[in-house]
């Protein structure tokens, strides 16, 4: 069974950002410019993703 994973990359800071936006940031487990972390597709993240899709880089994985 295939595992489908998003790599998540910070490419612009959330200084300056509403605080929501901030929080999801930290949510997600991004810290510092150009971090990656890998989580779990699924509707949660996919929608945290969008909250903050103009500070983010993703990339999608799929593990066998």
């Given at each position: 069974m295939a595992e489908?994973?998003?790599?998540?990359t910070l490419i612009k800071s959330g200084i300056g950002?509403?605080?929501r936006q901030k929080d999801?940031?930290?949510a997600l487990g991004l810290h510092k410019l150009h971090q990656t972390v890998e989580r779990k597709d699924s509707a949660v993240t996919r929608g945290m993703m969008a909250k903050v899709s103009h500070l983010v880089k993703v990339e999608e994985e799929t593990r066998s």
């Open positions: 489908t994973t998003v790599k998540i950002r509403p605080q999801t940031l930290r």
